[in-house]
């Protein structure tokens, strides 16, 4: 089910720069305030943590968000995977819930290049460690 939300041309900027110029750590977006677009809230710098992103992301509001996440393979290999977060916490009103919901394709399916995805309803789905298992595995 689509919700016919747009996706703001500044999303897409944002995401490139975080993709291919290595300027943005994250990147978190939300809805516009008439429910229309999905725009961008807020982007982290590159020398921003893990901690840092998820001070921003609201403990009773959905949003969603993609970071540019680093990781050492069991080798010591450095790596990194785009992931792309949808945060639906348990506190945050239905309707935001089923409008997030729905018009979450249109942001998704507009990002080329995410390698993992992430759905969160608590702080201990997106804690560091969970994530790491996740994108370290390499799985959606």
Not at 92 to 116: E, N, P, T
Request: one cysteine or more.
């Amino acid at each position: 089910m689509a919700s016919g939300v747009g996706v703001n041309p500044e999303c897409l900027d944002a995401y490139q720069e975080l993709k291919l110029g290595r300027k943005t750590k994250y990147i978190i977006f939300t809805l516009s305030k008439d429910n229309t677009e999905i725009v961008v809230e807020k982007r982290g710098a590159v020398g921003s943590s893990y901690d840092d992103f998820l001070g921003d992301l609201p403990e009773a509001e959905c949003r969603w968000a993609v970071y540019d996440f680093d990781f050492e393979t069991g080798d010591g290999g450095k790596r990194n995977k785009i992931t792309f977060y949808s945060w639906s916490p348990d506190d945050s009103k239905i309707k935001q819930k089923m409008l997030f919901a729905s018009s979450k394709d249109a942001l998704r399916r507009s990002l080329v290049g995410i390698a993992a995805e992430i759905q969160g309803t608590d702080f201990s789905e997106v804690a560091h460690e969970s994530v790491l298992d996740k994108v370290s595995r390499g799985g959606h």
